[in-house]
């Protein structure tokens, strides 16, 4: 694809703001495509220190190079003022507020948008990269009701999918709250298991509406999640996505679910995993 610059692009309404850019939706001038653009200011990156992020950011995203569930970064240009990044545009917005919009996803739509999530996630690691950060927040929904990863700002890139045997500082501390990974609290390590983990606390938010940790302070839901302290509400849920979280919500990474245990887990019911047009273009259930 050719190089294109601001001028390329039809700016129109904004349609997100994060804390060091703005996100618009805009047409390629040429082909008429509709984009989403995330304007990055360069004094403020620069200020709050954050040139290191927005590389990550930029770096994965062209590693990761093109699947359906996953942002795809098509072009990045600057001008004096700004960083660009043109990227695939979610029509819905972030997944976050589809559930609370519905309270808590059916037994249905759960397990079509896991599905895609362990697709997803599974291509990224084994083009060795870990996300990190995964949550509601960070996973935005396209017009075909498709699931899309963003927000790689604090990913990691391994050689293979081996664990990250390198030792981080306390204060580099990345992801959030609810979705971090015990071993990231308790030893400072992260692994592709530590995406599964946040996998499950997704997969539990999905039927219940909630995460399975969280205190009324951060430092609470640290102690929740290093002492495995969750609960399942009293009303029904269905016993075999009760199990996929058990044995997904372990303490030690190495007893996790790893992604051909996940895979192959009942709830799935012996899907065809090589079947993507099944998981990415078949027609979604109906949001409920
Ligand atoms: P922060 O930098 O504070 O962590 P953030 O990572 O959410 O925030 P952005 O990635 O710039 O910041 O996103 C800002 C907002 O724009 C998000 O809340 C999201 O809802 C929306 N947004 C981001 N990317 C897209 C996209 N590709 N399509 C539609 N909306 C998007």
């Known amino acids: ?23 618009f939706k805009a047409v390629d001038i040429q082909n008429k495509k509709i984009f989403a653009i ?8 620069v200020k709050e220190k954050k040139i290191k992020y927005v590389n990550i ?23 004096e003022n700004s960083l660009y990044f043109v990227i695939d545009l979610a029509e819905f917005g972030e997944l976050l507020s589809i559930i609370r919009k519905l309270g808590s996803l059916s037994e249905i739509c759960s397990k079509f948008y896991s599905i895609q999530l362990i697709d997803a996630v599974d291509f990224m690691h084994k083009k060795g990269v870990i996300h990190r950060d995964l949550k509601p927040e960070n996973i935005l929904v396209n017009s075909d009701m498709r699931l899309m990863i963003t927000d790689f700002g604090a990913a990691k890139m391994v050689d293979d999918d081996k664990v990250d045997e390198e030792p981080t500082s306390k204060s580099s501390f990345v992801g959030t709250a609810e979705y971090v990974s015990p071993e990231l609290l308790k030893f400072n390590r992260s692994g592709v298991e530590s995406d599964i983990w946040a996998l499950g606390c997704i997969f539990y938010q999905f039927i219940t509406g909630f995460p399975p940790f969280k205190g009324q302070t951060e430092y609470q839901t640290f102690e929740k999640i ?34 051909n245990g996940l895979k192959s887990h009942k709830w799935f019911n012996n899907f065809n995993w090589n079947d993507k047009s099944k998981i990415w273009s078949s027609s979604p259930p109906k949001l409920s």
């Open 1 to 23: 694809m050719s190089k294109r610059s601001v001028q390329d692009f039809q700016f129109g309404s904004r349609i997100g703001e994060g804390s060091y850019s703005s996100v």
């Open 38 to 45: 995330k304007v990055l200011s360069k004094k403020h990156i």
């Open 57 to 79: 950011e930029k770096n994965t995203l062209n590693r990761l190079g093109r699947h359906p569930g996953i942002v795809t970064l098509y072009y990045t240009f600057q001008d």
């Open 226 to 259: 290093v002492n495995l302290q969750y609960q399942w509400p009293s009303y029904y849920i269905p016993e075999s996505i009760k199990d996929i979280v058990s044995k997904i919500l372990l303490l030690d990474p190495t007893e996790r679910l790893e992604m």
